[in-house]
């Protein structure tokens, strides 16, 4: 299943509302298993962002669908990256001519 890296910034509301952030996780959680994606892992950072997140999803298609559910709700802006597995990754450069 493709992986993807979502970088996560709270939005003004989100942070008005932080000590929500709990049950803002398990409604993620839901609407990726609803695509038929998971969240992975989850890390706090500090800096330019507030959360980096590893999630899995069927499709590109998929993904975006997850991605907009969750923007629409207002709390977090998501910067996305498709990731490939190291193996993948060295497949594509190896194929190169």
Known sequence: M???????????????????TPQRIERAKEIFKSIGGEIKQIHFVFGEYD???LVEAPSDEAMTK???????LGMARLRTLKA???????AIIKGLP
Do not use: H, N
């Open 2 to 20: 493709p992986s993807y890296i979502m970088f996560q910034k709270f939005t003004q509301a989100g942070i008005e509302k932080v000590k929500d």
């Open 51 to 53: 959360m980096v997140v």
């Open 66 to 72: 997850a991605v907009l559910t969750i923007m629409s």
């Open 84 to 90: 490939f597995p190291e193996a993948e990754g060295l």
